[in-house]
């Protein structure tokens, strides 16, 4: 059996509703992986990144939205790509390896050779093809994509310890009080289908010590079981760690960018690292100034082809432009995303802003924040259908939907 | 009779309650607030409720259902696909409000409780044979609001003021009107507004009549004068010696509590308190001035005041809420937290404390 019989099955988790409200305001009208990084919904670019590994059947997003949130995204994907993509509604929180393992039997329709276990909140290059292929002569069971981060900020990640020469795992741990590696996880994973015995592994274990807690007495006067559920397996805690150091998990290092995109300002900054390398991955993306028709272009820019943009508008760098919007004369938009069918008037300038879909901007407002991806008020978030009236300041605020501004504001948020 | 009750949009300013529900439908003395106007307008003999709205018609249209065969009383929507300000949607809704019997019709704005002196407003129409009735309240600080001039004899409006700059009158539009038919003429369906542009001109025809409204009034559109509202409204029900209030040894002043909702032993409730259905209020709570939204939990020894605890939430033991602290729905305030004035959005947990107040999203 030659590689071209071995085919790949992609599972990108996605989240769900309730769980990260972090993401808010923006995650009040649209799910997360839904939101658009660079012009593309969020879980595009992971998807993408799947259709580059050769022989790939079908990719699963797995989540606990409702399945309508995703049925027509998921269907004008899998035309424009031409592979099947479908969305799976877990019932109930099963941990991030549960959640894999509860799908297992549709996974292993398609009898793959290797599981891709993408993280959607997760801004990367992907390195797929060559992870792959690094897997296939580690012969272990998982690889794990790792990145070497500074090492004050390792310990919000999974810190991995590696061996430089095999690039075994040698050892696996989530969030350490103290420094362990600056090499972390990047919740971006390959498994042969072993994975699958391994999880179950964890869930037998679970029953016998659930069983054996209940025929002790000793151990039923113990305090009420605060161990999770048996069929609740989390992939760090439960099977990297323990596999660690048995020869069974590597790493493989990508030196390009990563984030977490767990804020609406980190979205920002995500969206400035996929216009980058959509310069060199798709630059027919990127807009362009071509002659005295089009605006003004500085740096990555995307534009959708259905927004307008006037002439005399200067648009960039890092700005993305979605459907319909309208630009007007003069405006000057930097490092920004502009929603579905918002309308920027004359002369407006936006800095470090996300402005929501059916927005609008009145004439000679300015809606900016000082650009600090991490802080709460670093990136001015407008919601959907905000008002701006015309000559309105708008500084370090994030205005919830549906609200007119008629007077300034500055470090506020608007209900 | 007909009536039609101006429902409007979004409803932000009582944000994060309305991220849930329509302004409409959050409770307001454990009844929805439309409700209110609604049975005041079936007690005094309407027979026909358009709503005019422009947001959530589907979840308006399930609730109206419900209420339409519990009341015995017609409900319809009318919805602006454009915003049409507080006059449009009255020329909208046209053809449900006048028929052959050239009788006038109320016009309600959904933010206002108040004791709606409908029948007086009906007889006090006649009696001046003009076109138009709008009632009036008389407030503290008319300059945040319209003020109507008026001659004081007759009711007769003189002319409207927006946010008068100089002192000209107390009394202000209180959003209860009773038109004629022939009013609807005078409106185009197009954004207008009817203190703006309508009532101006048929105060210069010398046919608006005001009526100062007699007993409370409170536009419950924000947090802080829901929470004001809500004493005034259970004033009146003491003033009327109504059955609905609760008592007993751990009641202070006017409370209000679902028959559905469970209290502990030495809790201290009160004054001016309303506990919704579903409500589990464990021992040893104190709750002063504050609503418990359906189906909260209070958990033991805490201490709520001065705020709103959105549906479904649960306040931890020993927590103190207070400072118009408003939870969302389905927030959880751990134990032993302190909120000064906390806004929460749904579906959070509390874990640290709220020194100041701020909005948790």
Known sequence: MGTSEERVVAVIMVGGPTKGTRFRPLSLNIPKPLFPLAGQPMVHHPISACKTIPNLAQIYLVGFYEEREFALYVSSISNELRVPVRYLREDKPHGSAGGLYNFRDLIMEDNPSHIVLLNCDVCCSFPLPGMLEAHRRYGGMGTILVIKVSPESANQFGELVADPVTNELLHYTEKPETFVSDRINCGAYIFTPDIFTAIQGVSSQRKDRATLRRLSSFEALQPPNRSPPSDFVRLDQDILSPLAGKKQLYVYETMDFWEQIKTPGMSLKCSALYLAQFRFTSPHLLASSDGRKNATICGDVYIHPSAKVHPTAKIGPNVSISANARIGAGVRLISCIILDDVEIKENAVVIHAIVGWKSSIGRWSRVQAAGDYNAKLGVTILGESVTVEDEVVVINSIILPNKTLNVSVQEEIIL | ?361
Request: aromatic content about 6%.
């Open chain 2, 1 to 361: 009779m007909k009536a039609l009750i101006l429902v409007g949009g979004f409803g932000t300013r009582l944000r994060p309650l309305t991220l849930s529900v329509p302004k409409p439908l959050v409770e307001f003395a454990n009844k929805p607030m439309i409700l209110h106007q609604i049975e005041a307008l079936k007690a005094i003999g309407v027979t026909e409720v358009v709503l005019a709205i422009n947001y959530q018609p589907e979840v308006m249209l399930n609730f109206l259902k419900e209420f339409e065969t519990k009341l015995g009383i017609k409900i319809t929507c009318s919805q602006e696909t454009e915003p049409l300000g507080t006059a449009g949607p009255l020329a909208l809704a046209r053809d449900n409000l006048v028929d052959d019997s050239g009788e006038p019709f109320f016009v309600l704005n959904s933010d206002v409780i108040s004791e709606y002196p409908l029948q007086e407003m009906i007889d006090f129409h006649k009696s001046h044979g003009g076109e138009a009735s709008i009632l009036v309240t008389k407030v503290d600080e008319p300059s945040k609001y319209g003020v109507v001039v008026m001659e004081e004899s007759t009711g007769q409006v003189e002319r409207f003021v927006e946010k008068p700059k100089v002192f000209v009158g107390n009394k202000i539009n209180a959003g209860i009107y009773l038109l004629n038919p022939s009013v609807l003429d005078q409106i185009e369906l197009r954004p207008t507004s009817i203190e703006k542009e309508v009532f101006p001109n048929i105060a210069a025809e010398k046919k608006l009549y005001a009526m100062v409204l007699p007993g409370f009034w409170m536009d419950i559109g924000q947090p802080r004068d829901y929470i004001t509202g809500l004493r005034l409204y259970l004033d009146s029900l003491k003033k009327k010696s109504s059955p609905k209030l609760a008592f007993g040894p751990h009641i202070i002043g006017n409370v209000l509590v679902d028959e559905s909702a469970k209290i502990g032993e030495g809790c201290l409730i009160g004054p001016d308190v309303a506990i919704g259905s579903g409500c589990i209020v464990e021992s040893g709570v104190r709750l002063s001035r504050c609503t418990i939204m359906r189906g909260v939990r209070v958990k033991k020894h805490a201490c709520i005041s001065s705020s709103i605890i959105g549906w479904h939430s649960t306040v931890g033991q020993w927590a103190r809420v207070e400072n118009m602290t408003i939870l969302g729905e389905d927030v959880h305030v751990c134990d032993e937290i302190y909120s000064n004035g906390g806004v929460v959005l749904p579906h959070k947990e509390i874990k640290s404390s709220i020194l100041n107040p701020e909005i948790v999203m």
